[in-house]
């Protein structure tokens, strides 16, 4: 019995201990981690900044350019998405965007969607992506997006739980439908609000990203926007998040 009540006794400081932690917000506001488990869509800032993120799966072909227009354009803050597979199949440009100070975040390993299989095998694909990408780079994931965005309250508490923190976006480019160019620009440079996360893709079959990313980035220049990584602007302002 005594046992029994020194159990539940420390499983309670436990859960207390969990309710009373905090992630860090804007203007002294704080996320409790007693929240339902959720992603991140945007940020709530009056600043006119926003993350552009690039997902890579597959490929050699447009990861390279994406990089030179970044470089050419001198934007220096941007945040990528790396499978497992692809880091392990294209090391170097993987390095490549590590030497260019991006950031880089896991995209799981398989190209499946997480909520169709247990904890235990999204915990797998997981960890197959994040040591992929440490031996690759030196870099410990924190940040997630799921492959092709899908999860739901369980995918994202089993995340949640490894310690990462889900990402989202609230701007889609659809550059992986290819609707052309001008759709492309249009629908980022027009839709994009301060606190934005822009989801674009660096990937093989994204084939009109080289040739929208210039324009994408001088008009969203030209209204006055800067450019910071997905961290950055989780540091600064409130968390926009939902749980469907």
């Known amino acids: 019995m005594r046992a029994f009540r020194l159990l539940c006794a420390a499983l309670s400081a436990a859960v207390l201990s969990f309710a009373g932690m905090t992630l860090p917000g804007a203007s002294g506001t704080v996320a409790h981690a007693a929240e339902k488990p959720h992603a991140i ?55 490549r965007i590590r030497s260019m100070g991006y950031e880089i975040g896991n995209h799981g390993h398989l190209h ?10 999204i915990r797998q694909q997981v960890n ?18 799921t492959p092709n965005g899908d ?27 290819n609707p052309g160019v001008v759709a492309i620009t249009q629908r980022v440079v027009n839709r994009a609000v301060p606190g934005d996360i822009i989801l674009m893709h660096a990937s093989d079959s994204s084939k009109q990203m080289t040739q929208a990313l210039p324009q994408i980035i001088d008009g969203l220049r030209s209204k006055g926007y800067k450019f910071v ?5 989780l540091a600064q302002a409130n968390v926009h998040s939902k749980v469907e």
């Open 229 to 233: 990584t997905v961290s950055e602007l």
């Open 41 to 95: 869509y945007k940020v709530d800032t009056d600043q006119k900044v926003v993350a552009l993120t690039f997902d890579i799966s597959w490929g050699e072909k447009v990861p390279g350019p994406v990089l030179d227009i970044l470089e050419q354009k001198k934007v220096n803050k941007a945040t990528f998405f790396l499978s497992g597979p692809w880091t392990l199949r294209h090391p170097e440009i993987a390095k």
């Open 151 to 177: 999860f739901n309250p369980r995918v994202l508490a089993c995340l949640n739980s490894m310690g990462y923190t889900v990402i989202q976006w609230n701007t889609d480019s659809l550059d992986w439908k």
């Open 112 to 121: 499946k969607d997480f909520s169709n299989y247990p904890d235990s095998w």
């Open 128 to 145: 197959l992506s994040e040591k992929a990408i440490y031996q690759t780079t030196g870099v410990r994931t924190k940040l997630i997006r």
